[in-house]
């Protein structure tokens, strides 16, 4: 059984930076490629970053230059680097496979970007 669990979001003022890790179980992690999520309030979900197995990024050009992603074979772990954070980047971030699978949703972790 999957389980994605996302962490690391909370409050922090425009210009600041924040962390978010997303720790897969299960088998699946190592050989697909990963994305990192978000939907804010009133809106669809969107991809915001995706990384492939062998460590290959791309972004959505809104967090171009601010955002990095990467992943921990490893551990089993994906982790999305936000710098110079906005308001509007302002959501609930979640990560799951790229293409996505409805059934490994997780809760996200809420990110609020607010002076």
């Known amino acids: 059984q999957v389980q994605l669990v996302e962490s690391g979001g909370g409050l922090v003022q425009p210009g600041g930076s924040l962390r978010l890790s997303c720790a897969a179980s299960?088998?699946?992690?190592?050989?697909?490629?990963m994305g990192w999520y978000r939907q804010a309030p009133g809106k669809e979900r969107e991809l915001v970053a995706q990384?492939?197995?062998?460590?290959?990024?791309n972004y959505v050009n809104s967090v171009k230059g601010r955002f990095t992603i990467s992943r921990d074979n490893t551990n089993n772990t994906v982790y999305l680097q936000m710098n110079n954070l906005k308001p509007e980047d302002t959501a609930r971030y979640f990560c799951?496979?790229?293409?996505?699978?409805?059934?490994?949703w997780g809760q996200g972790t809420q990110v609020t970007v607010s002076s």
């Open positions: 990384i492939t197995s062998g460590g290959s990024p």
């Open positions: 799951n496979l790229f293409p996505t699978v409805r059934q490994f």
């Open positions: 299960g088998s699946i992690f190592s050989r697909n490629t």
